[in-house]
């Protein structure tokens, strides 16, 4: 069955530490793999896109990597801000007949002062 | 551009009403979807379209309806709310339904609805 897992549910740090996310897959045939960030009380907006082939992209503060071997990614957030405060959401798409997007039910991070 | 607009952004229903959810963009956007999002669990895709006149369903189809008239709107009708259906709806739009290659999709702010 394809599923996309992520890790923590929840995360709290303060202002201008680093983070990590994690987001495991197992969805077959892969296409792409998606990070979105959705404010409370928000749409989500599309942070990175990334293809088979890539293994790292970024989008300003934000680094998104893939292990398409491992079928593992993870969000990397550098000196964080509290505009940074959002749900982060993983989404890999299959490369089937409608190129089905499987998402994952997102990490929560705060950002305190 | 006003991107993805959908009203209303609150919503109170009894059981049994029913009531529809309006979806518009701006982009020209052959492909739209609507998505409910509850606590802890990924975005449930409802419907889809592919173009105007053009439907199919989603993961969750059951208890709401679709239809495609213009290219720009798509409205979602709730046909006997029940308090299941408590739940913040999202509208999309995408250029294409294949989202390989790096298309991006776009979504609304959402509406809030519950039902009780």
């Known amino acids: 069955k394809n599923q996309v897992e992520q890790s923590p549910q929840s995360l709290i740090i303060l202002e201008g530490k680093n983070c990590t996310l994690q987001c495991n897959y197992t969805v077959s045939p892969f296409s792409n793999l998606r990070w979105y960030k959705q404010d409370t009380g928000r749409g989500p907006v599309s942070l990175t896109i990334?293809?088979?082939s890539e293994n790292t992209k970024s989008n300003g503060r934000y680094t998104a990597t893939l292990d398409a071997d491992t079928k593992q990614s993870s969000l990397h957030i550098t000196a964080s801000q509290l505009s940074d405060s959002a749900s982060y959401i993983c989404v890999v798409s299959a490369r089937d007949s409608n190129y089905q997007l499987i998402w994952g039910a997102g990490t929560k991070l705060i950002i305190k002062p | 551009n006003a991107g993805v607009t959908q009203t209303p952004k609150f919503q109170v229903l009894k059981t049994g009403q029913s009531m529809t959810l309006q979806c518009a963009q701006d982009?020209?956007?052959?492909?739209m979807s609507w998505y409910r999002q509850d606590p802890g669990m990924g975005l449930r895709l409802i419907h889809y379209s592919v173009g105007a006149g053009i439907t199919d369903q989603g993961e969750v189809p059951n208890g709401y309806n679709v239809s495609r008239s213009t290219t720009e709107d798509f409205p979602l009708r709730l046909l006997s709310a029940a308090p299941s259906q408590t739940s913040v709806y999202f509208c999309?739009?995408?250029?294409?339904?294949?989202?390989?290659?790096?298309?991006?999709?776009?979504f609304g702010p959402g509406t809030r609805l519950t039902v009780t």
């Open positions: 990334m293809t088979f």
């Open positions: 999309a739009s995408s250029p294409t339904l294949f989202l390989a290659g790096g298309k991006e999709q776009y």
């Open positions: 982009m020209n956007h052959e492909y």
